[in-house]
């Protein structure tokens, strides 16, 4: 005998209880994150990119970015373009709608003042 979870949302996973199918599992929120993160980070003038939130449903996502760029680059280009990416390689990898991407710029690194952007820059609190 199978039985199903009770509907209701999953917290950690924002997924619905019960949903199957091979594009759906656990650890669903933390690969997308890992996709967007990677997919943000190769646009030029991005230093560090920080998933802050992935929020599921049965169809599409939508995820919230913080970005560190570099001085030099136009803000509001990296963040389209980083919207840009990221919608479409979840979209390609995951099979889901995107249904919006918010970037937040948190801070902006200067070249000769600030570290080499490894990695080792952080995030200010507003």
């Not at 924002?14 to 656990?26: F, H, I, K, M, Q």
Request: aromatic share 2%; net charge negative; proline share 6%.
């Amino acid at each position: 005998m199978t039985t199903r979870p009770s509907a209701g949302t999953n917290p950690s996973t924002g997924l619905t209880a019960g949903t199957t199918g091979p594009e759906r599992r656990p650890g669903d929120t933390a690969d997308v994150a890992r996709i967007a993160v990677q997919a943000a980070s190769l646009v030029p003038g991005v230093s560090v990119v920080r998933p802050a939130a992935v929020r599921l449903d049965d169809r599409s996502v939508a995820l919230d970015l913080h970005l560190i760029t570099w001085y030099g680059h136009s803000v509001p280009t990296i963040a389209e373009t980083v919207r840009a990416v990221v919608t479409d390689r979840v979209a390609a990898q995951t099979g889901l709608n995107v249904a919006v991407v918010t970037v937040t710029v948190d801070d902006l690194l200067v070249p000769g003042v600030d570290s080499s952007g490894t990695g080792t820059a952080t995030v200010k609190d507003g």
